[in-house]
């Protein structure tokens, strides 16, 4: 299924810039078919997506999934193919030997090439980016890790992100090999993973399956549009526009942008003073729960000559940043509940999405719906005198598995 979602940006990078070409070569023989039909034949070919991985290990198998090409024919029309899904175009060489230098893909008599590397060197480690990932799911859903990156470090040479890696999950001594990214399927609890290549293992991290609900902060509906059907979600009650001044019915985000990974992707960020959001969550009956909020801390306290992209973010306690209520009755939030900033060497927009865990405490839940209200009154400062608050992620309500009133 990583196949499926690699091909898929292909495919929407493809709708995106190439707007009158005809999509073929899904299916073998159509390409040819089409070709022969209109008897007209290929002058040349170019790269709509060349191959990302340009370096190798002798031994690797040359991954056509990711590759688009598009072939120019005689009589104007072009064809654009995926290589792994076109049984008409060749690939040359098909394993890489040290040496080698350039793979080359033939179709319609013409062949086009690009310039790879093989290296022969021991992998000496791996490095494991989940930021894109959602790595906490409740029990009744899998985890998608389709959009996980994997880099593998060899002495010598700059790192090299690789595909053909093995995610493996360490049960007490047991290793269990988990084969489909896109739906890896745990039981609850904390599950320690790891990802092997080459004979090389990365160091562990962890996935966690929670018996509960997990509301994203961008799931949000219009008030008056929610119905009788509708379990778990958010409502932005106020929103306060970017001049500071209450402004209801102004879109609330989530401001999401392709660098800014969140769980469920996206987040309700740009919180101002006086913006009152609710978290709506569902419970079968009454029963006692761990609310947990994922949010990332906006105190910036150092940017790059004003222009807010931080150098450093401090951490925000968050009994300063919000009142929260559940179904009218105030939760007291304990000063343990703190978003860590975080700082960087360079200027990091990174950093406004530094997303972390803090707890609300375990709470009464009453049967149906559940609200929780959001009031944000933030009282600190950022270095650019303004006041701020914080991005919100999700809210995780962790269910007492043995119900309780
Ligand atoms: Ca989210």
């Known amino acids: 299924m990583k196949f499926v979602v690699k091909l898929n940006a292909v495919v929407a990078l493809l709708a995106a810039g190439l707007t009158c070409c005809m999509f073929v070569g899904c299916g073998s023989g159509e390409t040819q078919q089409s070709t022969s039909e209109q008897g007209a034949t290929v002058t040349d070919l170019e790269f709509i997506l060349p191959a990302k991985q340009t370096v190798y290990?002798?031994?690797?198998?040359?991954?056509?999934?990711?590759?688009?090409?598009?072939?120019?024919?005689?009589?104007?029309?072009?064809?654009?193919?995926?290589?792994?899904?076109?049984?008409?175009?060749?690939?040359?060489?098909?394993?890489?030997?040290?040496?080698?230098?350039?793979?080359?893909?033939?179709?319609?008599?013409?062949?086009?090439?690009?310039?790879?590397?093989?290296?022969?060197?021991?992998?000496?480690?791996?490095?494991?980016d989940l930021s894109a990932v959602t790595?906490?799911?409740?029990?009744?859903?899998?985890?998608?890790?389709?959009?996980?990156?994997?880099?593998?470090?060899?002495?010598?040479?700059?790192?090299?992100?690789?595909?053909?890696?093995?995610?493996?999950?360490?049960?007490?001594?047991?290793?269990?090999?988990?084969?489909?990214?896109?739906?890896?399927?745990?039981?609850?609890?904390?599950?320690?993973?790891?990802?092997?290549?080459?004979d090389c293992y990365s160091d562990s991290f962890y996935l966690d399956v929670f018996y509960g609900v997990a509301v994203e902060a961008e799931n949000v509906l219009d008030a008056d549009k929610v119905t009788a059907d509708d379990r778990n979600y958010v409502v932005v009650d106020t929103n306060v526009g970017e001049s500071g001044s209450t402004a209801t019915g102004v879109s609330p985000g989530p401001i999401m942008k392709p660098s800014e990974p969140a769980f469920g992707g996206g987040y309700l960020g740009d919180l101002k003073n006086g913006a009152v959001f609710s978290f709506h969550v569902w419970s079968d009956e009454a029963r006692t729960a761990d609310i947990l909020l994922r949010a990332s801390s906006g105190y910036l306290l150092r940017d790059d000559k004003g222009n807010w992209v931080p150098y450093e973010m401090g951490n925000m306690m968050l009994n300063r940043l919000f009142s929260v209520s559940l179904n009218g009755t105030p939760l007291s939030i304990s000063a343990d509940a703190v978003l860590e900033g975080g700082s960087s060497d360079t200027p990091d927009p990174m950093l406004w999405v530094n997303w972390k865990m803090v707890s609300l405490g375990n709470v009464q839940l009453q049967e149906g719906d559940n609200v929780f209200t959001f009031t944000v009154n933030s009282d600190y400062i950022n270095c650019n005198n303004a006041s701020c608050a914080c991005n919100v992620d999700r809210l995780e309500v962790r269910f007492n598995e043995h119900g309780g009133v």
Do not use: W
Not at 59 to 81: C, M, P, W, Y
Not at 151 to 177: G, K, M, Q, S, W
């Open 57 to 128: 290990f002798a031994g690797d198998k040359f991954d056509g999934s990711r590759v688009a090409i598009q072939a120019n024919l005689s009589d104007g029309t072009r064809e654009v193919f995926i290589v792994a899904r076109e049984e008409n175009c060749t690939v040359e060489p098909q394993y890489f030997s040290m040496g080698d230098n350039h793979v080359t893909f033939t179709y319609g008599g013409k062949s086009i090439s690009q310039n790879i590397h093989v290296i022969d060197a021991p992998v000496s480690s791996l490095d494991v």
């Open 135 to 198: 790595t906490s799911v409740t029990s009744t859903d899998k985890l998608d890790l389709s959009d996980m990156t994997v880099t593998a470090n060899c002495e010598n040479y700059d790192p090299i992100e690789v595909d053909e890696f093995t995610l493996v999950e360490i049960n007490n001594r047991e290793e269990i090999i988990h084969e489909d990214l896109s739906q890896v399927s745990l039981g609850t609890g904390l599950h320690e993973m790891k990802v092997l290549f080459k």
